[in-house]
């Protein structure tokens, strides 16, 4: 049972210290920019060679996951607004322990991810410019992006509007050529018919397995918006309204783009996983410089994701901190931006890089391997929260149900026993298997240390 603390949000939690500068706008497109990354254009095709065509099948299933899944976040986070999200849900409904492991550990996935991010940006600029060094231009990123996020909230949204923009545009452009393409209305492109999509699952099941492990990791990134949505001029109205009409317009962006792709191209088709799913199909429509201008897009892509992670480490780390979970300095905020919060996870993000270069079979593949199921934890976390918090918001407050969670609580233990199913997928893959029993490993130890935090506090 939770102790009376958790039931008990700061003033600051609830956005009364925190800058108010994002407006709806900004919302909606941190809503779709968020999950549209590079796993998207360049790592997706990796799940298409391995499940053929019906890695459509494998990117619907894990979209109505997906989908459960914002329906039950956007349904705390528009009855109660944090910058903690999920994290201050799980320590409403759960316990503290439970806010702490739940936020401490996306907060190292989200630190990790910034210097992937950076690598993978670095290694196409280098890709352009190859005398420069691949760390310099990542320094150079890191910089850029620590000065957006110290200045006020506005600019970060600003940053990610237009990077969301141009990154919704390049797939909607995508979509309306790749559907052209198959009706044969472009010249020089006959169409392709059913042709490509006879072998609908070549490797059989376990082929589907690997695409739906795939497809599900490549959907994380919509927690940010409801961390965002704490500093937005309406919080309550702009968590609804940004997961309503997210869901179903990134649904169409994956499950739409897999079915361009394998309709138009053979699954098994080196270029699918050599370029990139995007770039490959591009080129067999014979569309000049497709590969330099999606280049751009990928880089776009990396940008945006970087900077959308640095904003949420720091907003996770100042309201875990807020909640007395953490070191109080990262809490300070200057011009209603924690910039202490900021500079840190900027800092572990660079370290991150550094032992990429120094340790990359050591310290960073132990690194990579930790993260690797955080997304999952985090989803559980959610849908146990929204359980628990549910018929407590009905009984005490139900006026604050702007959004509510579809055919409850049914839908719910569907999400749960989804998330159950993927677990055990992971166990049985030699290659997922060490990253979920090193994500468990460290999901136990802050759980912990969480509980151990929660004890010491209650004996005061």
């Not at 420069?132 to 110290?150: E, K, R």
């Not at 237009?162 to 995508?174: D, M, T, Y």
Request: aromatic share 10%; net charge positive.
């Amino acid at each position: 049972m939770p102790s009376s603390t958790s039931t008990q949000t700061p003033p600051q939690e609830q956005g009364a210290s925190l800058s108010h500068g994002l407006k709806q706008r900004h919302l909606s497109m941190i809503a779709l920019g968020g999950v549209i990354g590079a796993g998207l254009f360049v790592g997706s095709g990796a799940g298409i060679a391995a499940a053929g065509p019906s890695i459509v099948v494998a990117y619907a299933l894990s979209g109505l996951l997906v989908m459960l899944v914002m329906r039950m976040l956007g349904e705390m986070s528009a009855a109660y607004p944090s910058s903690g999200s999920f994290s201050a849900h799980a320590e409403r409904a759960i316990g503290p322990w439970a806010g702490f492991a739940a936020g401490w550990s996306f907060w190292v996935l989200l630190c990790t991810a910034v210097g992937l991010e950076g690598i993978g940006a670095a290694n196409i600029v280098h890709g352009w410019l190859p005398g420069t060094p691949t760390w310099a231009w990542v320094a150079l990123f890191m910089v850029v992006f620590l000065g957006t996020n110290l200045t006020a909230v506005k600019n970060f949204g600003e940053f990610e509007f237009w990077f969301a923009a141009l990154k919704v545009g390049a797939i909607s452009l995508f979509l309306i050529l790749g559907v052209l393409a198959i009706a044969g209305v472009l010249p020089s492109t006959p169409a392709p018919g059913t042709s490509n999509l006879t072998d609908f699952m070549p490797h059989g099941s376990q082929g589907l397995l690997v695409g739906l492990l795939a497809s599900v990791f490549a959907y994380g990134g919509l927690e940010t918006v409801t961390i965002a949505a704490a500093e937005s001029e309406n919080p309550v109205q702009g968590v609804a309204s940004a997961v309503r009409t997210a869901m179903w317009r990134i649904a169409l962006f994956y499950i739409g783009s897999m079915a361009v792709v394998v309709t138009l191209l053979p699954w098994d088709s080196a270029e699918v996983v050599a370029k990139g799913p995007y770039v490959a199909t591009l080129d067999h429509l014979g569309i000049p410089g497709a590969g330099q201008v999606m280049n751009v897009v990928v880089l776009v892509a990396l940008l945006s994701a970087m900077n959308a992670n640095i904003y949420g480490s720091s907003r996770i780390a100042y309201s875990l901190v807020e909640r007395g979970q953490g070191p109080k300095a990262l809490a300070k905020l200057s011009g209603g931006v924690p910039r202490i919060a900021v500079l840190t996870s900027c800092v572990l993000g660079f370290v991150c890089v550094l032992f990429s270069y120094w340790s990359p079979n050591g310290v960073f593949k132990w690194l990579l391997n930790m993260i690797g199921a955080v997304i999952l934890v985090v989803w559980i976390f959610i849908a146990v929260s929204q359980l628990l918090l549910r018929r407590r918001i009905e009984r005490e407050a139900p006026e604050k149900l702007v959004v509510r969670m579809w055919l409850f609580p049914w839908l719910t233990w569907v999400a749960l026993a989804g998330m159950a199913a993927i677990f055990v997928l992971m166990a049985r893959q030699p290659d997922t298997r060490v990253q979920l029993y090193s994500t468990g490993a460290m999901t136990l130890f802050l759980a912990a240390v969480g509980y151990a935090w929660q004890r010491a506090r209650a004996r005061r």
